[in-house]
């Protein structure tokens, strides 16, 4: 019997960049006036106004909009410390 092969069809990444996002996002260094509280209002602004739902997406976008120092500091951080204010979650 012949064997048969079908063609590999792969799933769309669900968790996929936005295009030009380094483009469109306001980057954080912790110099100047610009303030931390600005910064995620701004970030959840563009999250809003793109439609990102994705919790992964966000945070992955929300890390790049980070520089310098502050980048360090963010990347630092060990898994599970970041507590959502809000919601009381732990992410």
Known sequence: MAKSYVAL??????????QDYQ?????FDGTG????QQ??????????NYEIDD???RMKIFVQ?????VRTWFRALG?????????????
């Open 9 to 18: 069809q792969l799933l769309a990444n669900p968790r996929a960049m936005p």
């Open 23 to 27: 483009r469109k996002i306001n980057y």
């Open 33 to 36: 006036t610009y303030k931390a």
């Open 39 to 48: 910064h995620t209002k701004k970030m959840t602004d563009y999250f809003e």
């Open 55 to 57: 919790d992964d997406v």
């Open 65 to 69: 909009s980070l520089t310098g120092e």
């Open 79 to 91: 898994a599970h410390t970041i507590t959502d204010q809000i919601f009381g979650t732990v992410v």
